[in-house]
């Protein structure tokens, strides 16, 4: 039978399990695309380190024993912090195909979802410790799962979270995709996240040929060289106004690397950002 892998940096709260299998960080599901979009919704239980996160609108904080629920189609800035230099985490994804086939079999509905928050925080309830606790017995040596007791597990953890949080249902069984919204204020909200061109096109309701066609109507530019230069001005804002860090400052802005933030700061401005950098750190001395 096919197995799934479930671990990959640091795991469960839980010596015994940590003893038995050397299990560091474990998930059950699809991999997780490491943009800053939720592509699928998934379920995050935090044993150590600490994570903030940024949606666009609001900053969350999630603390070792604390789990939520991350929802898909929302954009999202992830940052961890580690504890005595260890990150335990779970993650269970829930995507689309394995909750249709869960709503077809308990027969759940949704009635319209209640937030619009990415990140909704799960109430504290001893069963979701005890689920944790539960997945040991089904990995090997080599900190795998099988599919079968994989989606075992998932549903089994779906039960708990609809049975303790009734109006996941509304979130988690909505399926229908974004709708056409108000390109010019998304953009200039959420230029930060850093998406490949498609994913802003489908928040905001557009095809990719239609995006590009209403963007440029909207902005006399392409995507890609607005964005470029919206990133930059802001980073520039950053260390000029706020003294912020050019290791910090690439990221927030949306830059993939800070090589390619380099090039193209001092393509823009004449001059590297560790420049401006510097001179800044001169007129407070």
Not at 23 to 34: D, E, F, K, V
Not at 144 to 152: C, E, H, L, W
Not at 174 to 202: C, S, T, W
Request: glycine share 4%; proline share 4%; aromatic share 12%.
């Amino acid at each position: 039978m096919p197995e799934r892998k479930i671990c990959d940096d640091n795991n469960l709260n839980l010596q015994m399990l940590m003893k038995a299998n050397k299990i560091t960080s474990c998930y059950i599901g699809p991999q997780i695309s490491p943009e800053q979009f939720i592509a699928e919704h998934f379920f995050l239980y935090l044993a150590k380190g600490t994570i903030h996160a940024y949606d666009g609108n609001k900053n969350y904080t999630l603390k070792p024993g604390e789990c939520c629920i991350a929802r898909k189609n929302h954009l999202a800035r992830y940052n961890k912090e580690k504890e005595n230099d260890q990150f335990e985490k779970v993650i269970v994804i829930f995507e689309e195909v394995f909750l249709k086939e869960y709503q077809r079999k308990h027969g759940v509905k949704a009635s319209g979802h209640t937030s619009n928050e990415a990140f909704i925080r799960i109430s504290e309830n001893e069963l979701v410790p005890n689920f944790i606790q539960s997945l040991l017995p089904y990995y090997n040596n080599n900190g795998r799962i099988k599919d079968s007791f994989a989606d075992i597990k998932r549903e089994e953890l779906l039960l708990i979270l609809l049975q303790a949080n009734p109006a996941l249902t509304n979130i988690l069984f909505d399926f229908g995709i974004p709708e056409k919204i108000d390109l010019e204020a998304f953009m200039n909200h959420n230029f930060r996240f850093n998406v490949a061109i498609q994913r802003f096109a489908y928040l905001t309701g557009r095809s990719l040929t239609s995006f590009k066609r209403d963007f440029e109507k909207i902005f006399n530019d392409t995507p890609s060289r607005w964005l470029v230069q919206k990133r930059l001005q802001e980073a520039h804002f950053l260390m000029d106004k706020k003294g912020h860090k050019v290791s910090d400052v690439y990221l927030e802005c949306g830059f993939e690397d800070l090589s390619h933030f380099s090039f193209a700061f001092k393509k823009r401005f004449g001059f590297a950002p560790t420049q401006l950098s510097d001179q800044k750190k001169k007129s407070r001395v």
